[in-house]
């Protein structure tokens, strides 16, 4: 991470040429990730803080649950 903090730093949305450089480095990072816990690349979330990722599966979880509550019959 420190050379995409001190100098290789872009956003990754972006379309110049930083933010397509950093872009590459986030999804060889998530195809790592997703490689070492046997998932698929797009399960692989990183998020910018913990309050963030803590929401994200929260929201995960509500979303889940729902889903099974209209399935079960009731």
């Not at 979330?45 to 209209?70: C, D, M, P, Q």
């Amino acid at each position: 991470m420190l050379p995409w903090l001190a100098e290789n730093y872009g956003n990754p949305s972006s379309m110049h040429e930083d933010g397509r450089r950093a872009r590459m480095a986030i999804d060889e990072a998530r195809e790592t990730v997703a490689a070492a816990l046997g998932c698929e690349f797009a399960e692989v979330v990183f998020t910018s803080s913990g309050t963030e990722a803590a929401n994200l599966a929260i929201v995960g979880a509500a979303l889940n649950y729902r889903a099974i509550a209209v399935r079960e019959p009731s």
